[in-house]
Every structure is written in structure tokens, then in C-alpha cells.
């Protein structure tokens, strides 16, 4: 029987991330490899850049609510990435972040919860095949503030203090 599961991958396809340009190419290509390498079983999915504005949009919502695992890539800081990581964590999906380690740091809130990379190196590239495993066999460990108030349905009606707590 075959595995239907799909993991999505998201990452920066506008046309002004063009220091990114091939980056998504590259890490979905590591990806791709560590899945088949260690017989993953998911379906494999990226939307790709087009003209049609519209469509990408839809192939991108399509794609974080069919999938079962969403693997994205945090590093360009782009408020789209950061929009597809709330509607993946809105449709409580497992999610695991990316980030480039030569590049500045996430947010506070987001950073903790993020596999690591450095695709200048033979060493670099294979910690992270190795790390991507070990997230893709366990990606519930990669938690969040984002998951926390997802999975707790906390309506925020008041402010959040320093330490977190939801005051009226």
C-alpha cells in the first residue's frame, strides 16, 4: 500500500529574495534525498514561481492543508514565510523551521524551535540531512509559543506579559 502522506515546503519564491535565488532549489534537493535515502514515504510538495499571482497563492493554501508535515524555510525573514508558518500553525500542522546559521537570528518566539544549516560544507549539509531526520521522526519536540496557543485554543482577549500570561 502506498503512503499518501505530504509534506510541503515552504519557502521564499518572490522575485525580490534574489540573494536566496537557487537556495530553495538546493535545500529541497537535500530534502528530497534524506526522504528517499531513509524511505520517508511522503509526497513531496513546493510551489513554484509563476506569473499567475493568484494561483500561487491557492497552490500554497492548497498545499499547508493537504499536508501532513510542513517543512519551512525561515532564513529570508519574509513576511510571506512568516504568513505560511501561522496558517500552517492555525491548521495545527506539525511544522519544521529552517534557518540558514550564517544569517541573523529569528524572533525570540520562533527561534528555539528550529533546525539549524549550513549548506557551505560537506559537514554542514550532512548534520543537516541528519537533523531533518531526526525532526521529520519526531517534529511534535518542535514546539512553539505559535503551537502552544494553537493547540490550547487560548483566546487572547486582554495583553500578554513578560512571562506569558494572558491578563483581561
Known amino acids: 500500500m502506498m503512503n499518501t502522506d505530504v509534506c510541503f515546503f515552504a519557502t521564499p519564491i518572490n522575485e525580490n529574495t534574489s540573494n536566496f535565488k537557487g537556495h530553495d532549489d538546493l535545500l529541497f534537493g537535500y530534502i528530497q534525498d534524506t526522504f528517499a535515502k531513509n524511505?520517508?514515504?511522503?509526497?513531496?510538495?513546493?510551489?513554484?514561481?509563476?506569473?499567475?499571482h493568484h494561483q500561487i497563492e491557492q497552490n500554497i493554501h492548497d498545499g499547508l492543508e493537504k499536508a501532513n508535515?510542513?517543512?519551512?524555510?525561515?532564513?529570508?525573514?519574509?513576511p510571506n514565510i512568516y504568513y505560511e508558518l501561522g496558517y500552517a500553525k492555525a491548521l495545527n500542522k506539525k511544522v519544521i523551521q529552517l534557518q540558514n546559521s550564517h544569517l541573523d537570528?529569528?524572533?525570540f518566539d520562533l527561534g528555539h524551535a528550529t533546525v539549524l544549516y549550513d549548506s557551505t560544507t560537506d559537514e554542514g549539509i550532512n548534520q543537516f540531512k541528519k537533523d531533518m531526520l531526526e525532526?521529520?521522526?519526531?517534529?511534535?519536540?518542535?514546539?512553539?509559543?505559535?503551537?502552544?496557543?494553537?493547540?490550547?485554543?487560548?483566546?487572547?482577549?486582554?495583553?500578554?506579559?513578560?512571562?506569558?500570561?494572558?491578563?483581561?
Do not use: C, W
Request: hydrophobic share 40%; charged share 25%; glycine share 4%.
Open 105 to 107: 537570528s529569528l524572533p
Open 39 to 52: 524511505q520517508l514515504g511522503f509526497n513531496l510538495l513546493k510551489v513554484e514561481m509563476s506569473k499567475d
Open 69 to 78: 508535515l510542513v517543512i519551512i524555510d525561515l532564513s529570508s525573514h519574509d
Open 135 to 168: 525532526a521529520v521522526k519526531s517534529p511534535e519536540t518542535l514546539d512553539t509559543p505559535l503551537s502552544f496557543y494553537a493547540e490550547n485554543d487560548v483566546e487572547i482577549s486582554g495583553r500578554i506579559d513578560d512571562q506569558g500570561i494572558v491578563e483581561p
